[in-house]
């Protein structure tokens, strides 16, 4: 069953279909909720001279209307009709006619309903941004009221409905610029639409005489033995009649079972609450905890809440739930860290953000979580959007993940949102503030019973003012006391709160590998960094293709800026003028895209390492970001439509739990360990090769490594008499003598310099440069390639092996798997590791897995080419 709460009032949470199943006295089987997803038509109010009530009746013809299903933004709808082609081809977003949009649209929707007897609730999760609501030719909300872009509404329509078929007509409006609501920032540029529209699920919950709403679940474990755990559960009675109500709150986990008598005034709403030391069964033994992947198993429970009237189930709802415990603490230093049942966890994630029109698909959402999984993360930071629907929290607590959950910036600078700007956000009114409350109590109503959420954040690059966040601290006093808060994802300093303990001082654009390790100032490996990382993650051609037309593939020019970010970032520059020094300029789109992903992969790669390296400095990096909202050349791990670039490579590399890695530093190789217990005996293997591939230096180390800590391991020898670019090839191995972490460095004589007195909140210039421009000299290589196809069930495996028997090291080797006809990569796509290389006589095995469905009736083929690869 999925995850559902309600708010107070009017206001009611996310609500998702079930079909309940509930022991009772009288057993049955009731459809308490429903979604209205199909069977919608939209059509712009310009070309409808007619009202609501005439709308919304059954001989309304909505023939000439777009048919759409709901979730759908307009501009979604309007795609899935055809009405605009390659949307994201070069500038084709910017020739959209926006004042179609600055116009009300009309939603429409056909309904029935058996039993008109029942007391029946219309939920809007997500309306943006303001709606006059018509059912059954009678206006039931209007827009004075129904307005917010993160709202979530209730309306009752017992007295609205009737037995068998019921219109609803909805009349949206856009957001004024100077009212906060969704926005991209300078991720990407604004839909034309401005995401107007049914932008979440619309709902009818069902019920009888009575009804819950809010069921919340809490646990306190035992964290020294994990031998218990005690729970607390509530939800909200309600009372739909007149009258006064007996009913019975029952409640039931696997074999335990709970229940209360309560007596309801007529219309009365009331917290029930179970706790442990009233129910005994509420104290857990030996209770199967909510792990992160790395830690444990991500176990969770179902939950069966109802209530009875007369011995009859007048509602029920279930929920999954997981048995944790999450905490914050300061270091001795004033880093925030975090702690899941009491095990410090070091937090590695991205942000998050949902695709441009709000339109990600389920599948598409679990390939994205699926690639967080693959690249060793194990935090997703959400800023601002917070999901189309709640099935993206059900997979991460599925799988393991923690989220760190909060509002965007957006509402923090003038400049996308409409008002004066000062030290704090832009939220400033009464009203705002009130608005803002509103936001935040539905959400964690909705959302508080998934065990991934670990922190709420209520700013990003600023506070809150002292008034919203005294009343931020009374709201969660009331709806989640079992969370920390983060007022700022900035190292700022409130005068209720206090520090805030991380930081967010950049970089943003390129630096080179040896930033994470040197900066002591603003984004280096210390402390927790809430969102930095290298800048541009140039994609492969394919993508690039994708997004720029034919004649302006190169060289690079403003339709590539325009794919870009926006305001500081709408240029790759910064990016290039490094990468032309450190690995000469390229005269053709072809050796560019291939080539960046040389510095994709060691700028991400080092940056998770030097975290760490450093883990007794640090608490937590979070990359901006893990995806893009639109086809784009920054800040992403993987493209719009999940091609990975290097940079996913190196960030699932330097992430590993347990790995050897090199400090570009101190000249040195550690050996670092992420799990709580400790490693013994290793085995640290390394090589250095020269540039002709002839081995120079190699030593080997046994070492144990105590949990969360790195130890140096290695010193390497002074590089000046070596050639220009030299090779580092490093292995770890366990007990058994099984490889459990590789890498392979590619460094040059000459190191990269920072210019530090100029360092600003977008990143570090460089001095001096590395350079890597004799790679162009690497002698040609041919490998030998061998792969096996093999099919189970809906998943493919290709097994690939790779030697090199060659004298000379085959570097950067990109392996690809595409569709037989169109020669187009297959996405989603898992590869134990990819852009590898093969130093002489080396032989890898590498296996890719992907979905049968991603071929699309084609037949896979494996692919690769290399730096000097024939």
């Known amino acids: ?48 001279s007619t009202t609501g009530d005439k709308i919304s009746q059954t001989s309304f013809d909505v023939s000439k209307w777009y048919n759409t299903s709901v979730p759908s933004t307009v501009m979604a709808s309007l795609i899935a009709n055809n009405e605009y082609s390659d949307i994201f081809m070069g500038e084709n977003i910017s020739k959209v006619d926006t004042t179609r949009f600055r116009v009300p649209w009309w939603y429409r929707n056909e309904f029935v309903i058996a039993d008109a007897s029942k007391n029946t609730e219309l939920i809007f999760e997500g309306i943006n941004y303001r709606a006059n609501v018509w059912l059954n030719g009678k206006q039931i909300a209007s827009a004075d009221s129904l307005f917010g872009g993160f709202r979530i509404f209730a309306l009752n ?7 068998g078929k019921n219109v609803l007509a909805v009349e949206v409006f856009n957001q004024k610029t ?10 990407a540029p604004m839909a034309p639409d401005r995401e107007l529209g049914l932008w979440r699920p619309v709902k009818l919950k069902i019920s009888d005489k009575t009804s819950l709403n809010n069921i919340f679940v809490t646990s306190k474990i035992d964290k020294k033995g994990y031998k218990t755990a005690e729970l607390e559960i509530s939800a909200e009675a309600v009372n739909n009649t007149n009258e006064v109500i007996e009913a019975v709150v029952k409640g039931k986990i696997e074999n335990i079972i709970f229940e209360k008598k309560v007596t309801l005034q007529p219309l009365e709403k009331r917290v029930i609450v179970f706790n442990a030391s009233e129910f005994k069964q509420l104290k ?60 410090e966890v070091l937090i590695k994630g991205g942000g998050w953000v949902d695709g441009m029109f709000l339109n990600d698909t389920e599948e598409k959402v679990k390939a994205q979580l699926e690639y967080v999984k693959q690249t060793n993360m194990n935090t997703v930071r ?28 957006q509402w923090e600078w003038k400049g996308y949102l409409n008002k004066p700007e000062d030290d704090f956000m832009s939220i400033k009114t009464p009203e705002d503030m009130d608005l803002i409350i509103n936001y935040t109590r539905d959400h964690v109503n909705w959302l508080r019973n998934h065990p991934s959420i670990f922190v709420w954040v209520m700013g990003s690059d600023k506070l809150p003012r002292p008034e919203l966040e005294a009343k931020y601290n009374v709201l969660f006093k009331e709806v989640d006391p079992s969370r920390p808060l983060l007022m700022s994802c900035k190292g700022m300093n409130s005068s209720i709160s206090g520090k805030t303990g991380v930081k967010m001082n950049g970089p943003y654009e390129y630096v080179a590998p040896n930033y994470w390790f040197e900066d002591t100032e603003n984004g280096g490996a210390f402390g927790f960094n809430t969102e930095t990382g290298p800048g541009p993650q140039v994609p492969s051609l394919e993508v690039v293709k994708s997004m720029i037309p034919e004649d302006k593939l190169w060289p690079i020019n403003s339709t590539w800026d325009f794919h870009c970010g926006r305001n500081e970032f709408q240029t790759l520059e910064r990016f290039t003028s490094a990468f032309n020094i450190r690995y000469g300029t390229q005269d053709n789109v072809e050796d560019f895209t291939f080539k960046s992903q040389a510095s994709n992969l060691e700028s991400m790669r080092s940056m998770y390492e030097a975290f760490a390296i450093n883990r007794s400095n640090t608490t937590g990096i979070v990359q901006w970001m893990f995806n893009s909202p639109w086809p784009k050349l920054i800040w992403q791990f993987w493209d719009y439509n999940l091609l990975p670039n290097a940079a996913f490579y190196g960030a699932r590399l330097g992430a590993r739990p347990v790995n050897i890695a090199y400090n570009y530093g101190d000249n040195a190789v ?66 058994k003598g099984k490889s459990i972490a590789d890498n392979f460095y590619w460094l040059s004589t000459k190191k990269d310099v920072f210019d530090f007195k100029k360092s600003d909140w977008i990143h570090t210039p460089l001095m001096e440069h590395a350079d890597f421009t004799d790679l162009d000299k690497l002698p040609k290589v041919k490998i030998e390639a061998q792969n096996t196809i093999k099919k189970e069930n809906d998943k493919y495996e290709v097994t690939v092996k790779l030697k090199n028997p060659s004298s000379s090291v085959a570097f950067l080797i990109e392996l690809n798997i595409v569709g037989d006809v169109s020669g187009k990569s297959i996405v989603p796509v898992l590869w134990d590791d990819n852009y590898i290389s093969l130093v002489p006589k080396e032989s890898r095995t590498i296996k890719v897995t992907f979905p049968a469905s991603a071929l699309k009736g084609e037949k896979p083929v494996f692919r690769y080419k290399g730096w000097n690869v024939d």
């Not at 329509?157 to 037995?163: C, E, L, Q, R, V």
């Not at 607590?397 to 910036?409: A, R």
């Open 1 to 48: 069953m999925k995850n559902t709460n309600y708010t107070n009032g009017t206001l009611i949470s996310f609500l998702f279909w079930a079909m309940c199943s509930v022991s009772t006295v009288n057993a049955q089987s009731v459809k308490f909720e429903q979604q209205l997803k199909e069977g919608w038509n939209i059509e712009s109010s310009e070309k409808i």
């Open 382 to 409: 959400m800023e601002g959007f917070w999901g189309n629907s709640d099935r993206i929290y059900e997979m991460c607590d599925e799988m393991g993940l923690l989220m760190m959950v909060g509002w965007s910036c």
């Open 670 to 735: 550690y050996v670092s360990n992420l799990n709580p217990g400790k490693t013994k005996n290793l085995k640290a293997k390394l090589e250095i090769y020269d540039f002709n591939g002839k081995v120079i230096f190699e030593k080997e180390e046994t070492v144990s490594v105590n949990g969360n800590a790195s130890l140096k391991t290695i010193d390497l020898p002074d590089n000046t008499a070596y050639s220009r670019i030299y090779f580092l090839k490093m292995n770890l191995l366990d007990e």
């Open 284 to 343: 857990i033994k030996n209770p199967r905890l909510w792990w992160t992947y790395e830690l444990g198993k991500p176990n969770l429970y179902e939950l069966t809440m109802s209530i009875e009237t007369n011995n009859k189930v007048s509602y029920s709802k279930s929920t999954h739930f997981g048995i944790r415990e999450v905490e914050d603490y300061l270091t001795a230093k004033g880093y925030r860290g975090y702690k899941l049942n009491g095990v």
């Open 157 to 163: 329509i017992s007295k609205n409905i009737k037995k």
């Open 178 to 187: 100077n009212e906060p609501s969704i926005g991209f920032v300078d991720w």
